[in-house]
């Protein structure tokens, strides 16, 4: 009697085991299905644009008559000072000459789907084959805001661009200046869930 309720039990712990792992694989497969789905639902609202550019700050550019904020960074605003070897220096207007350094006089390519609280696209852009928005935060000339943190800590670490000095986090220094405080540019919705769920860039 004893020895049967032992095998009963052994049979349904192996029996719980396997049902666990189909838990798991059916999840792992609904996951999968539903970022499929995000993704399409995201390049279905997708703007492309192309042309010209002026750049108003490091992380902002105008292609004809659309304002683009660069996606998941955040550049110092134009007229913020930042420090280096013991002197201020004005890094918000030599994060804009970056990224007018970046653009040339080439033709830009952005694309986006969603709009920031001023109604800007935010966009990924694009000049000569260079991503604009990673290029930025690994030149040190802005920092991740959503994305972008790998290239972030890279910059940091060799002291590049704002990472020689010190200086607040643009962020910061638009609260304490009286300007709107932005949240950061992680996609939303299920993709933006879903990239944050599992730490994609």
């Not at 200086?167 to 709107?180: L, V």
Request: a positive charge.
């Amino acid at each position: 009697m004893l020895r049967m309720r032992r095998a009963r039990r052994a049979s349904v712990r192996r029996r719980n085991g396997w049902r666990r792992v189909g838990d798991g694989l059916l999840a792992v497969a609904l996951l999968a299905l539903l970022a499929l789905l995000a993704a399409r639902l995201d390049l279905a609202g997708m703007r492309t644009l192309e042309g010209s550019a002026v750049v108003n700050d490091g992380d902002t550019i105008t292609l004809g008559a659309e304002r683009m904020r660069l996606r998941g960074i955040d550049a110092p605003e134009y007229d913020q000072i930042c420090m280096r070897d013991g002197a201020d220096y004005p890094c918000g207007r030599m994060a804009r000459q970056a990224l007018a350094a970046l653009v040339g006089k080439g033709a830009v390519a952005c694309k986006g789907s969603e709009r920031d609280k001023y109604d800007r696209l935010l966009a990924t852009c694009s000049a000569g084959g260079v991503d604009l928005n990673r290029s930025q935060v690994a030149a040190g000339w802005a920092v991740s805001y959503g994305d972008y943190r790998a290239e972030e800590d890279a910059a940091r670490a060799k002291g590049a661009g704002l990472w020689a000095g010190s200086f607040d986090r643009p962020r910061d220094w638009r609260q304490a200046h009286g300007g709107m405080v932005e949240i950061e540019h992680a996609a939303s919705g299920l993709l933006g869930w879903l990239k944050r769920l599992f730490r994609f860039s």
